[in-house]
């Protein structure tokens, strides 16, 4: 079991704080770089690391927090209830931003619906991440008041903070997060159902069926794979799009949940001029 100067503690809870502030006050230009140093700073720094780092091994299910949506907008986070559920939630979140990804990028615009990505991005921030680090602040406080302050060393137990099985969402159940989890959801039939739901509808003419039909098809062929091509998906979408503008994309998404699928047709909304 190793020990920490509580110097070194003090300075490392320092910094977490200073570069938490820093991506809480970025904007549209600045907060990737701004995330990335933070995520930096927990892979690098050694007690950082050890505090918040089982944070990012945690399951939360992203299926169960979207699960509100119609498939594409998302109507209501379904934040687990818990500090750890939340934190996990954003703090992987932030660790796909840091490694390249914008997925920050189309899950705000379909939970906040605006057209200016910045506008959902910063209202993202300050509804879900800074509840999450002040609380946090308060636990890394609380963590300096009770086992660093008047001590020249600290053991790594008394900085364990986060001492948990497993998180569960808001009902309860066990979940799990991350781009790399098996979906348990089969769409095996979901191009019937998507040319059901769309005759029902009546939202395009006759004529665009047999288009909407074999689109529909590459669809479940696509989404049913192990690892669905997000490229793929979004090509998908720009064609759903081109025959039915937004309106049949919105009535496919109620059919196909999958966020990976979300994500494509946010990605083409937002391109969309």
Do not use: H
């Amino acid at each position: 079991m190793n020990n920490f100067p509580a110097s070194s503690v003090k300075r490392a809870i320092r910094d977490f704080d200073s570069a938490a502030a820093d991506v809480l006050g970025s904007n549209f230009q600045t907060y990737k770089v701004r995330i990335k140093t933070f995520y930096n700073l927990i892979e690098n720094n050694e007690i950082i690391k050890f505090i918040v780092g089982p944070l990012l091994e945690v399951k939360v299910d992203l299926n169960e927090i979207y699960k509100n949506g119609n498939g594409f907008w998302i109507r209501e986070l379904n934040l687990p209830s818990d500090l750890d559920g939340q934190l996990a939630y954003v703090l992987q979140l932030f660790k796909d931003v840091a490694n390249g990804s914008n997925e920050l990028e189309s899950i705000t615009y379909r939970i906040y619906k605006d057209k200016r990505i910045e506008a959902n991005i910063l209202s993202w921030l300050s509804d879900v991440a800074r509840p999450c680090f002040r609380e946090l602040s308060y636990k890394l406080e609380d963590l300096i008041e009770d086992e660093v302050e008047g001590k020249d060393s600290v053991s790594e137990t008394s900085l364990k903070i986060f001492n948990y099985g497993s998180i569960t969402a808001s009902n309860g159940s066990s979940v799990a997060i991350g781009k790399d989890i098996q979906q348990s959801i089969s769409y095996k039939n979901v191009a019937n159902e998507i040319m059901e739901r769309v005759k029902a509808e009546r939202i395009v003419s006759e004529e665009k069926l047999p288009d909407i039909e074999e689109t529909a098809k590459e669809i479940e062929e696509e989404i049913n794979k192990a690892n669905p091509s997000p490229g793929k998906l979004k090509q998908l979408a720009g064609k759903v799009y081109d025959i039915g503008e937004t309106a049949l994309l919105k009535v496919i998404s109620t059919t196909v949940s999958d966020p990976r699928w979300g994500q494509a047709v946010a990605d083409t909304l937002m391109n969309i001029s």
